[in-house]
């Protein structure tokens, strides 16, 4: 038991170092290339690097290679599927490169009162994020990954055989990764959540779940706590579309390679929400609010709700680490929740 904890341990570990050195290089290297844009929420409108998505990818990546050259070179018997590792790991590298692309579609100008160079975001089309987000999906695809048999909350179990590696996988990635882009704009908002949905599956994965599970899960959430320090208020870097392709594909494929669909769904319910109060408006809606000299935001569409944050903003004046600390707590009551459903053998 020790030896199998040591096995999740040092890739977890490994995976949080190099996120740090990772994403400390695409700081300065971004705000250096001028990858950057101006923080609007706040009175300085300081200018931070956006697009350091890729620290986090990159140090996943590097965390699940750590336990599959274990594995490779005898150090100890193999208990996760490496086939199944090295297509979530190409799967996430494949759709962060998407979300890159979209971080670095950028038109730079020279920032009035400095010669700091600042970029105005422009981003890749909106029916161009979902054809190019399916890149993601195809490495699980190709190794017909999870079980065909899911249990649906409230519905019980369906037997999906084919349809589920063909036809379910791809639609989840896909969903995942374009319906956790929508929640954000706010220091360590998505970040957190993230973490705290990932925290969330590794418990699951620990009480319920199997091994593959608690290794993918363990990974992701030592990533996602390192990569969170850097964008929690005052944020020192916008994490970016690569951050948000990749997490949402990385969650959906950690649910699932390690059989957690229908827990997962209840974890995930906080952004299907997002989606469906987005679609209101036909995904023409933003997250941020119009500043206050107080330091809360005033709601960009008075009482007309398009997205959790709409939602905090009515609420009362709200500031910036305040909306992002009431999602964090949106996403631990749906976490309680789901357990609490498992309790009652619901899911």
């Known amino acids: 038991m020790f030896h199998t904890y040591l096995t999740i341990l040092i890739p977890a570990l490994v995976s949080a170092i190099i996120t740090i050195i990772a994403t400390r290089f695409l700081m300065e290297y971004m705000h250096f290339s ?3 844009l101006v923080d609007h929420n706040k009175k300085g409108k300081p200018v931070i690097p956006t697009g350091v998505g890729f620290g986090i990818a990159f140090g996943f990546s590097v965390g699940l290679l750590t336990y599959i050259f274990g594995s490779s070179f005898g150090l100890y018997s193999p208990v996760a599927p490496v086939q199944e590792l090295f297509g979530i790991i190409t799967g996430v590298l494949l759709i962060t490169i998407v979300g890159f692309i979209d971080d670095i579609n950028i038109r730079i100008s020279k920032a009035k009162d400095s010669s700091s160079k600042v970029g105005s975001w422009t981003g890749l089309k909106q029916w161009q994020k ?15 990954a999870g ?16 349809y589920y590696p063909l036809v379910v996988v791809p639609l989840a990635i896909m ?3 374009n319906a956790f882009n929508l929640l954000g704009g706010f220091d360590g908002i998505a970040t957190g959540t993230g973490t705290i949905a990932t925290f969330a599956l590794l418990l699951y994965s620990l009480i319920y779940g199997t091994y ?14 390192v990569f969170t320090a850097f964008n929690i208020y005052p944020a020192k870097m916008v994490p970016g579309d690569s951050f948000t392709y990749f997490f949402g594909a990385a969650i959906i494929a950690d649910m699932i390679i390690g059989n957690m669909e229908s827990f997962g769904i209840i974890i995930f319910m906080p952004w299907i929400i997002e989606f469906i109060l987005h679609l209101r408006k036909k995904f023409h809606s933003s997250d941020l609010g119009t500043l206050r000299s107080d330091g809360s935001f005033k709601p960009p569409y008075g009482k007309r709700i398009y997205s959790w944050t709409h939602v905090f903003m009515n609420l009362r004046h709200m500031k910036e680490w305040e909306i992002s600390a009431s999602m964090w707590i949106v996403e631990i009551l749906f976490m309680l929740l789901a357990f609490g459903m498992k309790s009652l053998a619901l899911l």
Not at 131 to 144: C, E
Not at 152 to 160: F, Q, S
Not at 213 to 222: E, Y
């Open 34 to 36: 001028g990858i950057t």
């Open 147 to 162: 079980v065909s048999l899911v249990r649906i909350p409230l519905i019980g179990n369906i037997a999906l055989s084919i």
């Open 175 to 177: 969903f995942g990764a």
């Open 212 to 225: 593959t599970g608690v290794l993918i899960s363990s990974i992701l959430l030592a990533s996602m706590i």
């Open 130 to 144: 979902p054809i190019l987000t399916f890149m993601g999906a195809i490495p699980l695809m190709a190794i017909n």
